[in-house]
Nanobody, 125 residues
Framework: QVQLVESGGGLVQAGGSLRLSCAAS????????MGWFRQAPGKEREFVAAISWSGGSTYYADSVKGRFSVSRDNAKNTVYLQMNSLKPEDTAVYSC??????????????????WGQGTQVTVSS
């Protein structure tokens, strides 16, 4: 079992920044990959970013590339999503997810087996 708790969401103006955190517990954090996904009202959940067990490999959706950065601190069992130059279309519930079956990151949501409850990010224009 893995428990994931996100924090850091909120309301920000367009062009601003936020940093999301996801604290994990229950299994050895450094033995699995992590991902971030988001879901806007009326839309399907979509991939945002992912990171391998060591942080050596990262992946991003085209829509956030160059603006968002994913990182992890295995000593703190935490993964981060730094979001810069935020746009109104980034408004969504952001969730972290654990891919405990692999150390390698994936962009596919079905490959993640544990999910956090999500944190709301709202970007005003």
């Amino acid at each position: 079992q893995v428990q994931l708790v996100e924090s850091g969401g909120g309301l920000v103006q367009a062009g601003g920044s936020l940093r999301l955190s996801c604290a994990a517990s229950g299994r050895t954090f450094s033995r699995y990959a992590m991902g971030w996904f988001r879901q806007a009202p009326g839309k399907e959940r979509e991939f945002v970013a992912a990171i391998s067990w060591s942080g050596g490999s990262t992946y991003y959706a085209d829509s956030v590339k160059g603006r968002f950065s994913v990182s992890r601190d295995n000593a703190k069992n935490t993964v981060y999503l730094q979001m810069n130059s935020l746009k109104p279309e980034d408004t969504a519930v952001y969730s972290c997810a654990a891919r405990t079956g692999s150390v390698y990151a994936s962009t596919e949501r079905y490959e993640y087996d544990y999910w956090g409850q999500g944190t709301q990010v709202t970007v005003s224009s």
